[in-house]
């Protein structure tokens, strides 16, 4: 037999809210990780990952004049300028990292490296192109 209207409207109620609820702790709990990670991220290990995986497009000093990068259009982001087309935060350059700028809209050209470089490595990364702003 069916739940009666006002049952189903309280399962209902109760069932959003307690949904709401998980969400909004798994962004609170997901960002303070993020926070812990991006306090934690050693800037001279990113300059080694910068050098392995981003020097051919971004270049020696983050200007996006590698010798890929001269030769791309759109030309690769110029880190010097510290100007982020998808957001300057530490978590939004995370983000363009890990899963490129076609996620966020943007050139399909930075690819996405999530899968390849390691988290830890990922924030130091984030660390050292910051290092980059002139």
Same mark, same amino acid.
């Given at each position: 037999?069916?739940?009666?209207?006002?049952?189903?409207?309280?399962?209902? &109620?109760?069932?959003?809210?307690?949904?709401?609820?998980?969400?909004?702790?798994?962004? !609170?709990?997901?960002?303070?990780?993020?926070?812990?990670?991006?306090? #934690?991220?050693? &800037?001279?290990?990113?300059?080694?990952?910068?050098?392995?995986?981003?020097?051919?497009?971004?270049?020696?000093?983050?200007?996006?004049?590698?010798?890929?990068?001269?030769?791309?259009?759109?030309?690769?982001? #110029?880190?010097?300028? *510290?100007?982020?087309?998808?957001?300057?935060?530490?978590?939004?350059?995370?983000?363009?990292?890990?899963?490129?700028?076609?996620?966020?809209?943007?050139?399909?050209?930075?690819?996405? =490296? *999530?899968?390849?470089?390691?988290?830890?490595?990922? =924030?130091?990364? !984030? &660390?050292?192109?910051?290092?980059?702003?002139?």
């Amino acid at each position: 037999m069916p739940y009666p209207r006002t049952a189903r409207t309280t399962i209902t &109620a109760t069932l959003i809210a307690t949904l709401a609820a998980l969400g909004f702790t798994l962004a !609170v709990f997901s960002n303070s990780d993020a926070s812990a990670a991006d306090a #934690d991220a050693d &800037a001279a290990k990113g300059q080694q990952v910068y050098q392995i995986y981003c020097i051919t497009c971004h270049g020696a000093t983050g200007k996006g004049d590698g010798p890929v990068g001269k030769t791309l259009t759109p030309p690769p982001r #110029d880190f010097s300028v *510290g100007d982020f087309k998808f957001g300057g935060t530490s978590q939004e350059i995370f983000d363009t990292i890990s899963n490129g700028a076609a996620s966020k809209g943007g050139s399909p050209l930075m690819a996405p =490296w *999530g899968a390849v470089i390691p988290e830890q490595d990922r =924030w130091d990364l !984030v &660390a050292y192109i910051r290092t980059l702003k002139q």
